[in-house]
């Protein structure tokens, strides 16, 4: 049986908004998420801007509580936790190497900074650890000594990526890892967090807006819609069946080259929702080619299928037998 390092179950995140206290109003960010990640698997987690995917990765880097739900990272509830461990269980690396490095400290400081916080072993073996990690990562030796403003972007996001696993992680969370970088630097991060989850036997969550960094890393995918995940299932499903019309939409919509974090035009009928004014029954359905003008306006659509989970009362690419299986219970 594979184990599930992370688990999540139900995970909501309310926000109050707006003025005063007496007109304070409830943004829900996160509603009700379901999400098991099993040991060594990369999950993709994409949608538009405004779905909730950085409020997902604050709750798991302990930035943020989740206002209902559990979060359990190796079985336990992550609040069980202290601080210390929490950082060393759940690691990120973020998008822009050049605001996440302290310009102050050398690539060695930099990199070994988790172990010193936590005090494990002596100065010596830091260091010894330092240079292993910085060659498991690619970074020449002598870059030890160098501050991150004499770094290129690639060599700064090796940096980040040599910190977050130096205290060996159980999750790495990489958010949007490739998207502040040139082009031509972008396949070599991306080859190198591939190689790293192969050899270490790594859990990623990647979060990204172009569905070739999701496509080329994850092993599976998970789609979010204002708040919650629409449809979540094997890489290799997701980008030839998906059911949800709005995976579909992202799949279609093709990416500029230089994107940075911005997703292309859907081209669908309406805009993103306000997550304070949700629209009724199927969150999707303004803008959904498939809205029935029905059963989508009133019914929130249960989340459906086994191992490939969809919540759409019409799913696209469904097989005759997943429509037998589905048949019974319309
Ligand atoms: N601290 C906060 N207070 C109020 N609303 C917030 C807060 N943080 C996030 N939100 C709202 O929660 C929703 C989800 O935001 P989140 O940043 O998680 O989306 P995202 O998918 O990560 O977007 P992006 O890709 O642009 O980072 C948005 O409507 C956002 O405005």
Redesign the pocket.
């Known amino acids: 049986m594979t184990e599930d390092v992370l688990s999540m179950r139900g995970v909501t995140r309310d926000?109050a908004?707006g003025g005063s206290f007496r007109k304070k109003r409830t943004?829900r960010?996160l509603r009700g998420i379901d999400l098991a990640v099993a040991r060594g698997r990369t999950l993709g987690l994409v949608?538009?801007?405004?779905?909730?995917?950085?409020?997902?990765a604050k709750i798991l880097l302990g930035v943020e509580n989740p206002s209902a739900g559990t979060v359990l990272v190796g079985g336990k509830p992550i609040e069980t936790y202290d601080r210390l461990e929490r950082a060393r269980l759940i690691q990120p690396v973020f998008q822009d190497p050049y605001s996440s490095l302290n310009p102050r400290m050398t690539v060695e400081r930099i990199i070994g900074a988790p172990l010193k916080v936590r005090g494990e072993g002596n100065a010596a073996s830091q260091r010894a650890r330092v240079q292993e990690i910085a060659g498991e990562v690619g970074l020449p030796h002598h870059l030890v000594e160098a501050y991150p403003s004499q770094l290129s972007g690639g060599q700064r996001q090796r940096v980040a990526i040599a910190r977050a696993l130096i205290g060996k992680p159980e999750i790495l969370i990489c958010d949007e890892p490739t998207s502040a970088l040139d082009v031509s630097v972008q396949s070599q991060i991306l080859n190198l967090l591939h190689r790293l989850k192969r050899e270490l036997n790594l859990t990623m969550i990647l979060i990204s807006?172009n569905l070739a960094v999701v496509n080329h890393l994850a092993d599976e995918v998970a789609v979010?819609y204002l708040?919650q995940i629409v449809e979540h299932g094997a890489s290799e499903a997701i980008f030839e069946r998906a059911h949800h019309p709005y995976s579909n939409a992202l799949l279609k919509a093709v990416l500029p080259p230089r994107a940075g974090?911005r997703l292309p035009e859907l081209g669908l009928q309406a805009d993103f929702p306000s997550?304070l004014n949700p629209p009724s029954g199927c969150a999707f359905h303004p803008r959904c080619p498939k809205n029935d003008g029905t059963l989508c306006v009133r019914v929130d659509p249960p989340a459906a299928g086994g191992s490939h989970v969809y919540r759409c009362h019409h799913p696209d690419h469904m097989s005759d037998a997943d429509m037998r299986v589905l048949e019974p219970s319309r």
């Open positions: 926000y908004v943004l960010a949608g538009e801007s405004g779905c909730g995917k950085s409020t997902l807006h979010m708040g974090s997550p």
